[in-house]
């Protein structure tokens, strides 16, 4: 996995870094913790400007959140409820989970959007809340923004700083990659099976 994301960044840039990091959001298993550093790393060797490997890497995140949003938003939490409880199984997303980041949600406010963008698997969602609070488009997106941008910013740095290093750690990239996949897939997988039970 890393092999390709190194190899779409390298052929495509800026537009790269935008496709990957939307792609992100809608498919967890291409972890941004590898996007961002590797687009980092070219900025440090010039090959990429850092601002704006920043913004695309927001930009492509905020856009990646934003058909979750939609869907929250004309959806609703009943029908993503009655969605969860009859086809849960294969998005691994049952009814008490809405509930939960609903409340999350109410208590929260802004903040999840924020924050929300910082944890892995959880900033994959955490616009669908926002949307069944029908939480206006331009907050919505301001508070992704925010997020997405810090976010990006700081994989960025990581690999901005390590340069000097980067090529002794890039060829543990793809085994560890791959690894993460695999721990997400056999996640998901487990999450599959005990769906009903969860849901119950």
């Known amino acids: 996995m890393a092999e390709w994301v190194i190899d779409v960044i ?8 935008v496709l990957l990091m ?14 961002m550093p590797f687009a980092g790393f070219l900025a440090a060797r010039g090959d990429l400007h850092p601002a704006l490997v920043v913004a695309a ?3 492509g995140s905020v856009a ?9 938003r004309k959806v609703g939490a009943d029908r993503l409820k009655k969605l969860a409880e009859r086809h849960g199984r294969w998005i691994a997303l049952t009814p008490k989970e809405i509930d939960r980041g609903q409340k999350l949600f109410e208590e929260r406010g802004p ?3 924020v924050f929300g963008r910082l944890v892995p698997a ?3 969602v955490v616009a669908l809340p926002a949307g069944m609070a029908r939480m206006r488009p331009t907050p919505f997106l301001l508070w992704t923004l925010l997020g997405s941008l810090i976010w990006t910013t700081l994989l960025t ?11 002794r750690i890039s060829k543990w990239l793809n085994p560890v990659s791959t690894g993460i996949f695999v721990v997400i897939a056999v996640w998901y997988l487990v999450r599959v099976v005990r769906h009903r039970s969860d849901g119950a």
């Open 22 to 35: 939307l792609a992100e959001n809608l498919f967890p298993p291409l972890p941004s913790e590898l996007i």
């Open 111 to 113: 903040l999840v959007l």
């Open 64 to 72: 990646g959140a934003l058909p979750w949003y939609v869907l929250g």
């Open 157 to 167: 740095l990581a690999g901005y700083l390590l340069e000097s290093q980067y090529e």
């Open 10 to 17: 390298g052929r495509l840039g800026y537009a790269g870094i």
């Open 122 to 124: 959880l900033r994959t």
């Open 57 to 59: 890497g927001a930009l």
